[in-house]
């Protein structure tokens, strides 16, 4: 992998940066409707919905209303906003390294998330907004694993994809990495993360 210098770090947000447990918002709505948790999770996974707000397709209002009407929850629309945000956990080690590598070289995000997603981790991790690149699925109307997102993150980041290392949760998104010529790795752990990070510098 280390080919070529690092001179930038692109960081997934989704368990790399803040911990994220769909299964804690599953399990608030369970409390709003007569659905039990295992019909929630199918609905929500069958359905375009999420896909749809991540990628920039329908706006904040819709996926609230279509997703309380899809999960027949008895709620408001601020409290489905509150148990949406229910799912997400800081992880202090991560921002630490997150705010070493700000000061060392350009940082930048990479993440398919959605614009209230967005809105909760930069009000709640306010470094974050620090990164000097930060590409979301929703702005572009992409999602990784499409080349052209990761494209796009390298040109905002004014550096070659080869300079770059992407880290992310999922191994799709890594290889999507790895196709378009950064360097990438799968996250495990915070302490894993820095050890392979500080080792290219």
Known sequence: MNKFPLKAVIFDLGNVLIGVDFDKAIAQAAKYTSMPALAIRQA?????????????????????????????????????????FSCFERWPEMEKLFQELCQQMPVAILSNTSPLHWEYIAQTVPEFTLAKEITL?????????????????????????????????????????????????????????RNRIFSLL
């Not at 929703?138 to 905002?156: F, N, S």
């Open 44 to 84: 929500v996974s069958d359905s375009s919905l999420l896909h749809s707000y991540e990628s920039g397709r329908i706006d904040t209002d819709t996926f609230c209303t279509d997703t309380i009407k899809l999960l027949q929850l008895d709620i408001t629309r601020e409290d489905f906003v509150s148990l949406w």
């Open 137 to 193: 699925s929703y702005e572009l109307g992409i999602c990784k694993p499409v080349p052209d997102i990761y494209l796009a993150t390298a040109r905002g980041l004014g550096i070659n994809n080869q300079d770059c290392i992407f880290i992310d949760d999922l191994e799709v998104n890594v290889k999507g990495a790895l196709d378009v010529g950064m360097q990438a790795f799968q996250f495990t752990s915070a302490p894993d993360t």
